[in-house]
């Protein structure tokens, strides 16, 4: 393996990611300038949680479980005009259960970008997170969530590594309208995630990226088929380069004003510079609905997922959330994550294949206009071939949360 020693790489990470807020909020502030109105939405939050195995060791012989407070600060800055709408959000948030193994300082940042001409959009998303390793390999699910693409798939589920992940997520996209019927539009997605040690091949630095080249024709009101062509490339440190290239074609309808169903199938052909290569079947098919008091969302993705365990994989996942307002005051949520991986590179003996099932309830009671407390039971499941066990964890977080009246300007 590479290796890179400790203060270069936090340095380097560091430096880096300063920079890039740095710029993100500069466009922030000239643009905000023109805006019709932005407002300033902060949020502060406290929590106590407990994990009866925080680290899902299958060994029932040892006292796994964790316990402590969580401290949350974060605030959504965002504008909206006619033709441009933008948020960026900073948070920090501080876990503390006694034990310097699990305690940590974690920060994250948020942005989307979204502007209108007459004839394209043009949209920039990216998100960057600094946190333990323990977190940030595990696949949670996120009731929030709207946007399937969105959703990540790069999680090794090494959470028992006491380290620190340090992840840089940007999707720029342009969509040009070619006609009332047809568009054309490029996206790309980039990943860059570094740890802050070596971990002899259990955990690697790595970046994936992949283009997609979309083409769509509207054959009536409701539907729309699409055609697309991808290229991606993955590259690890100590592992040879491995790059790909496929194709996609499906439609999307519109059921009614409220629900959208997507579905595309492909293949995508993945060739190893060290030699070897497949060729897979890639699907992403969605359904999502939202009303004004409910916001659900279903999906059955097939990818090929790089991640740090330094080799690419097959991941067949489903998702499902559904949030639901009961009351004035009272809302409930319900969501599942679950995947299966498989190693493309057969050779490559230190990918851990697995299982994995993630449930979520979540339970919120508004107070007040700022106040909220807000209940959450997680049931996570993991079955992984080079242990040859399972393991499973059952954990609760009740928060206190308190946002403020937002800022509001207008001009």
């Given at each position: 393996m590479t290796t890179r020693t400790h203060t270069g790489l936090f340095t380097h990470c560091c430096v880096s990611s300063?920079?890039?807020?740095?710029?993100?909020f500069a466009l922030f502030v000239a643009t905000a300038v023109q805006a019709a109105e932005w407002r300033i939405e902060p949020l502060f939050g406290a929590a106590g949680e407990f994990d009866d195995n925080g680290v899902l060791s299958p060994r029932t012989?040892?006292?796994a479980d964790i316990s402590g407070y969580l401290l949350e600060a974060s605030a959504r800055f965002a504008y909206a005009s006619e033709t441009t709408d933008f948020f960026i959000t900073p948070r920090l948030?501080?876990?503390d259960y006694g034990d310097p193994n699990f305690d940590s300082d974690d920060q994250f940042l948020r942005f989307d970008f979204d502007h209108d001409t007459v004839s394209s959009n043009f949209r920039l998303r990216g998100d960057y997170g600094r946190e333990s390793a323990r977190t940030g390999e595990r696949a949670d699910v996120d009731l929030e969530v709207e946007d399937p693409d969105e959703i990540p798939d790069d999680e090794s589920g090494r959470v028992s590594i006491r380290d620190r992940r340090e992840k840089f997520r940007i999707m720029p996209s342009w969509t040009y309208r070619m006609s009332s019927l047809s568009s054309f539009s490029v996206n790309l997605d980039y990943t860059d995630v570094r740890y802050d040690e070596?971990?002899?091949?259990?955990?690697?630095?790595?970046?994936n990226a992949r283009v997609n080249v979309a083409y769509s024709r509207s054959f009536s009101p409701r539907n729309t088929g699409i055609l697309s062509g991808t290229y991606r490339q993955y590259e690890a440190d100590g592992s040879a380069k491995v790059t790909g290239s496929g194709?996609?074609?499906?439609?999307?309808?519109?059921?009614?004003?409220?629900?959208?169903?997507r579905?595309?199938?492909?293949?995508?052909?993945?060739?190893?510079?060290?030699?070897?290569?497949?060729?897979?079947w890639v699907a992403n098919i969605s359904l999502a609905r939202r009303l004004q008091t409910i916001i659900m969302l279903a999906q059955y993705r097939r990818t090929i997922s790089g991640g740090g365990s330094g080799t690419l994989s097959s991941r067949d996942s489903i998702n499902l959330n559904f949030t639901r307002r009961l009351t004035e005051r009272i809302s409930a949520g319900l969501g599942v994550r679950a995947y299966q991986t498989n190693a493309l590179d057969d050779a490559?003996?230190?990918?851990?294949?697995?299982?994995?099932?993630?449930?979520?309830s979540q339970f919120t009671w508004y107070m007040t206009q700022s106040w909220s407390l807000q209940a959450n039971y997680r049931y996570t499941f993991q079955n992984r071939s080079l242990l040859g066990e399972s393991a499973n964890s059952n954990a609760v977080t009740v928060w206190l949360n308190y946002r403020p009246t937002p800022i509001i300007r207008s001009r």
């Open positions: 300063v920079i890039f807020a740095v710029s993100v012989d040892v006292d948030l501080r876990r070596a971990f002899a091949g259990l955990l690697t630095d790595y970046t194709f996609n074609a499906g439609f999307e309808r519109t059921l009614s004003e409220t629900t959208r169903l579905a595309l199938v492909g293949l995508e052909d993945t060739d190893r510079e060290a030699g070897g290569s497949d060729v897979n490559v003996v230190t990918f851990d294949e697995r299982d994995y099932v993630q449930l979520r």
